[in-house]
């Protein structure tokens, strides 16, 4: 008796929802799925005529999800009317466009990790490929070099970014300001090999021709930092109110120690997820490293002093160069993509940290 009312209380409402205008939350999916059903049907018949050589699963999706987009609308029109049915079609268009933004992600995330986990060991993270010519050895000089680069980099690009953009907004005027500004956009989409060639024609001035070494990929990688962190810091300046600028001119603090005191502090959160950020956006470029720091395959803690491997240029040269046993290079050139892929997902998890902890504190 209780399982009949119940049945009988689903179709009230469903009768409901069709007579006030409104199709029942389960039609979409319902339509979704007979539509990739019935395509689903029409390639096999295709596959079994032979038509087609194989079944194309990825086709009778794409070709499903067409002809949802179009029962949808038809039913929805004839329920709900023509604006309710425009909504659903731009619903479907969007949710499409997002999965189809998000597939080739995913599949390189699972292409990286289940190639990369072939090497991912301990002998990857604790030997160099110093005497090696075949299987084994690591890439324990890459991840070294990899981190002291971008160190040194962040000590050159965070100052003078930081210092920039408290001049463009609190001090900037007039021609000057504007000036700096085109420069800082002109320098965003510069290409990464423009600034490898700076670095590498700056260190040839005082090092002489052929110069190799861990600070001119530093530079590098700083002229692709700085305006990042330019802009970001900007950004979060501006979104500092002036209510508290002139709360602290009002007591009698004077500009410099207002922004030390109160703008730094008040969007210091915004500041650092904008250099983490800047930071995980140069750590994996290969063309200005492979133009100024070279490779190499011993261990070298000394930026100035010669060659010092990256694990983009560990990966670019393991791939490239395959040695004898080939199988072992694409080994260690997939292990080295997937150590950085973890680097920047490791910063990125770090800058939300850091912006979570460092957040303006509103509440009493």
Do not use: C
Request: aromatic share 8%; charged share 10%; no cysteine.
């Amino acid at each position: 008796m209780a399982t009949t009312t119940a049945g009988v209380r689903r179709s009230t409402r469903t009768v409901n929802a069709l007579t006030t205008g409104r199709l029942p939350k389960t039609a979409p999916l319902v339509i979704l799925l007979g539509s990739w059903v019935v395509m689903g049907v029409v390639f096999a018949l295709l596959n079994a005529a032979g038509v087609t050589e194989t079944f194309n699963w990825v086709g009778a999706i794409v070709l499903g999800t067409v002809l949802y987009a179009a029962l949808v609308f038809v039913v929805a029109m004839q329920v709900e009317g023509i604006r309710r049915a425009k909504d659903r079609v731009v619903t479907t268009l969007v949710s499409a466009a997002f999965i189809i933004a998000l597939v080739p992600l995913v599949s390189l995330l699972i292409t990286v990790v289940t190639s990369g986990t072939n090497r991912f060991d301990a002998d990857f993270f604790s030997m160099s490929m110093r005497n090696i010519v075949g299987a084994g050895g690591g890439g324990l000089h890459a991840v070294m070099g990899t981190l002291l680069i971008t160190a040194l980099a962040a000590v050159i690009s965070v100052p003078i970014g930081l210092l920039t953009a408290i001049y463009l907004v609190e001090y900037g005027q007039g021609r000057l300001a504007r000036s700096i500004t085109f420069f800082v956009d002109v320098m965003t989409g510069i290409p990464s090999i423009v600034a490898g060639l700076f670095a590498y024609a700056l260190f040839v001035i005082f090092f002489g021709a052929g110069v190799r070494m861990g600070a001119a990929g530093s530079v590098a990688l700083a002229v692709l930092m700085i305006p990042v962190v330019v802009r970001s810091t900007e950004e979060m300046l501006k979104l500092v109110p002036n209510e508290l600028r002139e709360a602290s001119y009002a007591l009698g603090v004077p500009k410099w120690l207002t922004i030390l005191k109160v703008v730094i502090p008040t969007s210091v959160a915004g500041i650092t997820t904008g250099v983490m950020l800047a930071i995980a956006r140069v750590v994996g470029e290969t063309a200005p490293l492979l133009i100024t720091a070279g490779f190499t395959a011993n261990m070298n803690y000394n930026l100035f002093g010669g060659a010092m491997q990256s694990l983009p240029v560990f990966a670019y040269s393991s791939y490239v160069s395959q040695g004898t046993d080939a199988a072992a290079f694409i080994d260690r050139a997939w292990t080295s993509a997937l150590t950085l892929i973890l680097l920047v997902m490791a910063l990125n998890l770090l800058a939300r940290v850091i912006a979570r902890v460092f957040a303006p504190k509103l509440g009493r």
